[in-house]
């Protein structure tokens, strides 16, 4: 009973299963792909908080006072006669001051959200730097995609650093040539989307 249970679970394992190196293949296959989504999903992330930090939306207190400063100023306009004088300069005084309050409130405003988007870039380039770690840590030893010699014939030694050459006339890719490759290629379709 044991010696079939050893036998199942080396065929469970790999060990002398048919086929093995075509799943080892495809995972191979796989694996650029995942890591490129990877990258350029935090790349996106990373671009739309610093979007979000840039242009932080207007609030219904902003639009409110903008709106009462605008018809204080519009009011103080109506009044040009000398004797309604003293009324329009009351109603300016008034801009002014609701102009004062809100640049306050924008200030206000703007500070609270610089810390909490910086607070959210902090988070997610320490989750960047994990992801990435855990990354390189996975795909060490492994090429991460095959690409033909023809097609890389000045810089192949430079895509297989750490895996061993090539086979077949195919440059085995390391992880860290492609996670360079990978966060260059996402910051460049980062700036085309807009």
């Known amino acids: 009973m044991e010696g079939e249970i050893m036998g199942e679970g080396e065929i469970l394992g790999g060990g002398e299963m048919p086929g093995g190196g075509e799943i080892l293949e495809r995972t191979r296959s796989l ?38 400063i605008k ?55 320490i989750v960047k730097v994990i992801a990435h770690v855990v990354i390189i840590l996975w795909f060490w030893s492994s090429p991460v995609v095959y690409v033909s010699q023809h097609l890389v014939q000045p810089f192949g030694r430079l895509l297989y650093w750490k895996i061993g050459g090539s086979s077949d006339n195919n440059v085995r890719v390391g992880i860290i040539p492609w996670l360079i490759l990978c966060s260059r290629v996402s910051k460049f379709v980062c700036r085309l989307i807009k």
Do not use: C, W
């Open 31 to 68: 694996a650029a792909p995942f890591v490129f989504f990877i990258i350029i999903a935090f790349q996106f992330a990373a671009k739309r908080l610093q979007d979000l930090k840039r242009g932080a939306s207007k609030t219904d207190k902003e639009m409110q006072l903008r709106a009462e």
């Open 71 to 125: 018809q204080l100023l519009k009011d103080a306009a109506s009044y040009s006669q000398p004797s309604t004088f003293a009324q329009a300069a009351k109603l300016r005084r008034m801009a002014a001051a609701k102009e004062k309050e809100l640049a306050n409130y924008q200030a206000h405003l703007t500070q609270e959200m610089k810390l909490s988007y910086d607070l959210y870039l902090k988070v997610l380039f």
